[in-house]
């Protein structure tokens, strides 16, 4: 299935992004190459496509990636439900440390602290917000770029603040929140779509 085409033909509109989105995709790409992973985080609707995202990643999407016959004998009768995975860590799931954490130090950095303790050097950071200027998603991504991680941008409106701090940023050209979060779900369906095509060939 080419994912790719099928996004421009469900969602026309999408396609004066096409540059972008294919850059978001390349740069998944290459940091899961290399071994990396994939960090997400965002606000209210976006927290939810964040958690969403992990679960497209972490196990199989269209595929149901069975592992490889001598690795599934590895784990016994546990290989046979074993699917093959893309390391992604949602920001938003971590209750006791993200409350902990805006209660005792500072509510804004909630994001960038995980960032601190999981983000590596080789890592991307998908940061989600429909202004692009939602102050903890900003600091998550000012952190991520300390530390040597790539970030991507997916925001509506003007981009905000995402749009100079991303090395790139998917800004869809729409004002209302409901409607950029409408476009946010099927760009992001794709990558998910795309990286398991890449990485699953056999299924």
Request: aromatic content about 8%; overall charge negative.
């Amino acid at each position: 299935m080419n994912h790719i085409e099928r996004l421009w033909s469900r969602y026309p509109d999408l396609r004066v992004l096409e540059k972008e989105i294919i850059k978001g995709y390349e740069i998944m790409e290459e940091a899961y190459s290399r071994g990396g992973k994939l960090l997400v985080c965002g606000n209210g609707g976006s927290a939810a496509d964040s958690d969403h995202i992990v679960g497209e990643l972490m196990k199989g999407f269209y595929k149901q990636r069975r592992l490889p016959k001598d690795e599934r004998a590895k784990y016994g009768e546990l290989g046979e439900f074993l699917q093959g995975t893309l390391t992604a860590i949602a920001l938003t799931q971590h209750s006791a440390l993200s409350t902990a954490f805006l209660n005792d130090v500072e509510p804004s950095m909630v994001f960038a602290q995980q960032v601190m303790g999981y983000g590596r050097p080789g890592d991307v950071l998908l940061a989600i917000s429909t202004s692009g200027s939602s102050d903890n998603v900003v600091k998550a991504a000012r952190v991520a770029r300390a530390r040597g991680l790539q970030v991507i941008g997916l925001t509506g409106r003007d981009g905000g603040q995402l749009r100079e701090l991303g090395d790139v940023c998917v800004t869809v050209p729409l004002q209302i929140t409901a409607d950029i979060q409408e476009h946010h779900l099927p760009i992001y369906h794709t990558w998910c779509a795309m990286l398991e095509e890449h990485f699953f060939p056999e299924g």
